[in-house]
């Protein structure tokens, strides 16, 4: 594997990086907004929110429709043709300290992830959550007890969902039921020393995750074998597979100071490249189950 190569920077604080369209999209929390960069590095500003929203995760439903989550105002935002965006899911009833992470599955399943405390506000830890929006537009808590959640997958045949817990140290795995619902928690991967941020699967269904304390990427398998590691100069907060052949690794990486600088502008963010080994998986691929 080359040594990483930079693709962006001047990022104030990236996460959520998706491949979508021949882009990389991803949001800049602090700048309130939601960029693409192709692989030449050029970059465009999709949306810029109109709120401070921090998370302020993205992902896209099965038709290409954009999804943000709001974590200031707990709501689930679309954007609509014009630009503009409106409400998708009102998600107050579900964690009075807002949500993290999102993934949707290929059967338009939205699954949203919640801590149970402020984490700027530097609050006492407690567990948070797994919410699921229901294609109908339904929804409901599938899950609790999660050690800081953050980034998710969903497996190929829409079969498994991984969630990485940060405080945890580990990635833990649910079936997915037919109607959305999560069971059969299991382990996927004890971490050890691994803090999982941001994740991605690829097509061996290995998993890499981003690390912020221990500034790296990791790839690893189920039962947690190390399969490669990526050593950068600050920490990793999500990555994502993605580019012509998917096999282009992306990492988000910032200068980290502790929750209570997460707000300041010093535009320490970049977005990183390197060739993988093993492709990701393109969202078009996904099968729908009936």
């Known amino acids: 594997m080359s040594e990483p190569q930079t ?3 001047g990022i104030t604080f990236g996460e959520s990086p998706r491949w979508h369209d021949g882009r990389l999209w991803f949001s800049d929390w602090v700048a309130q907004e939601i960029l693409a960069v192709d692989p030449q590095g050029n970059s465009e ?4 929110v109109p709120f401070p929203s921090i998370p302020m995760c993205i992902d896209f439903l099965p038709d290409g429709c954009l999804l943000v989550i709001s974590s200031h105002e707990k709501l689930l935002l679309r954007r609509e043709t014009d630009g503009s965006l409106t409400t998708h899911t009102d998600l107050r009833n579900f964690s009075k300290f807002g949500f993290n992470e999102i993934v949707v599955d290929g059967r338009g399943n939205i699954y949203i992830n919640g801590g149970g405390f402020n984490l700027m506000a530097e609050e006492k830890f407690a567990p948070g959550i ?3 929006i229901a294609p109908n537009g339904s929804a409901r808590q599938v899950a609790d007890g999660i050690a800081f959640p953050n980034g998710m997958v969903v497996t190929p045949d829409n079969s498994t969902l991984i969630v990485a817990e940060s405080y945890g140290k580990k990635l833990t795995a649910f079936d997915i039921e037919s109607d959305g ?8 991967a004890d971490l050890i020393d691994g803090v999982p941020d941001g994740i991605c699967l690829d097509a061996e269904n290995a ?30 907060f999500a990555c994502a597979l993605g580019g012509a052949d998917m096999r282009t690794l992306f990492m988000v990486a910032t200068e980290w100071r502790g929750p209570q600088h997460m707000t300041e502008k010093l535009r320490t963010g970049q977005i990183l490249t390197t060739e993988a080994r093993v492709p990701g998986i393109p969202r078009a691929t996904i099968p729908s189950l009936a």
Request: one cysteine or more.
């Open 7 to 9: 693709l962006m920077t």
């Open 45 to 48: 500003v999709i949306v810029r």
């Open 130 to 132: 797994i919410a699921l």
């Open 181 to 188: 619902s999560l069971s059969n928690r299991r382990v996927w």
């Open 207 to 236: 998993i890499w995750y981003a690390d912020v304390p221990n500034k790296r990427c990791v790839r690893v398998r189920e039962g947690g074998e190390v399969l490669q590691t990526i050593h950068l100069d600050r920490g990793c």
